[in-house]
């Protein structure tokens, strides 16, 4: 028994170091790309609305809170409900890998974070998975309704933004079915495979079981995921309020172009999206605000994350430490 408690103990441990050095190590970077975003934002000369900008660092956080609560959300759907402390630094820690080189280190990160607390490492892995489509698609339905119509190019027109919005908004109602319910359809092809030899050795390897959210589950994480979503684009609208001294009638205009600007983004080949958004969104708001406004705007809105970041991380890290009853909630 002490040989059991020893291992425990150290596996702990173990957990622990590994927590604490993604932690600091993505914060590093996060501080490096501040940093190196900064040096760029200073060379544009813009009148800045105190005001404004803490209205959109709260609006931008308040997403970030939003997010996180969404994925303990949808992780509760896969069978393992989270206190919300908890829930935060997990989801803070493992999305701040987000900028590292592969995108397979938030879904390993995440689930490795995620196992101490008894969650299956499966449906966390899958979470990530579900989580980026649920957001890409609520970009996509925000752009189809709001981006500059050249956003798709010329030869794009009102017939590809009404595909894309209503393909994704299908895609969002569907999610339970589909991503979210992984382990149906592989567990229907499951006894195909076992007759193709090539494919025989897949057969029985996935946990078909783990892989089912509950419906109602992932449908209350994909509205609280669309609620963050807005949330975002909200905060790019005061952020531009104050930078660019944006009116009233360039709300959609600025709304429409952010959202596009995760869509491309999001589906990019760079981490994060990092330089592909912005050049979506400078390209989208050259004409109304000239591209040197547009250009330290872009770049603003990825400062704005990576400040709020720096504060939300330590935050997020201590909470929910204490394990037992305050890692589950009762259903």
């Known amino acids: 028994m002490s040989g059991s408690n020893s291992s425990i103990a150290e596996r702990q441990r173990s957990g622990t170091a590994v927590r604490w050095t993604l932690g600091l190590a993505t914060a590093a970077m996060i501080v490096w790309l501040a940093v190196r975003y900064w040096d760029d934002l200073r060379q544009i000369d813009l009148q800045v609305d105190a005001i404004g900008l803490v209205a959109a660092v709260i609006v931008s956080m308040t997403a970030t809170w939003c997010l996180a609560l969404g994925w ?4 509760g759907g896969y069978g393992t409900p989270l206190a919300q402390g908890p829930a935060l630094r997990i989801w803070m820690l493992s999305q701040a890998t987000r900028y590292l080189p592969s995108g397979l280190v938030p879904v390993v990160a995440r689930a490795g974070l995620a196992a101490p607390l008894g969650v299956n490492r499966a449906a966390a892995g899958a979470s990530v998975i579900v989580e980026t489509a649920t957001l890409v698609g609520w970009s996509a339905v925000f752009a189809a309704l709001w981006a500059p119509a050249d956003w798709l190019g010329t030869a794009g027109g009102w017939l590809a933004r009404i595909v894309i919005g209503v393909g ?55 509205f609280i995921y669309g609620l963050a979503v807005a949330q975002r684009l ?19 205009l600025i709304a ?18 990092l330089g592909v958004r912005e050049v979506v969104v400078a390209a989208l708001l050259a004409e109304r605000f000239g591209v040197g406004d547009a250009a330290a705007f872009a770049i603003a809105v990825r400062v704005l994350e990576f400040a709020h970041e720096l504060v939300m991380l330590p935050l997020a890290a201590a909470a ?7 890692h589950a909630e009762p259903s």
């Not at 390897?205 to 419906?215: K, P, S, Y």
């Open 72 to 75: 303990r959300e949808l992780i």
């Open 256 to 273: 429409g172009a952010t959202a596009a600007g995760i869509v491309v983004g999001m589906v990019g080949i760079t981490p994060a999206g």
């Open 168 to 222: 994704a908004a299908a895609g969002l109602v569907t999610l339970p079915w589909t991503l979210a319910g992984a382990g149906g359809w592989w567990r229907r092809i499951d006894g195909l495979m076992q007759r193709v030899v090539v494919l025989r050795w897949l057969s029985g390897r996935m946990q078909t079981d783990a892989l089912n959210a509950e419906r109602p589950a992932v449908w209350r994480a994909a």
């Open 234 to 252: 909200m905060a790019s609208v005061l952020l531009a309020a104050a930078l660019l001294a944006a009116g009233g009638a360039d709300i959609w």
């Open 320 to 326: 929910g430490r204490r394990r037992g009853s305050d």
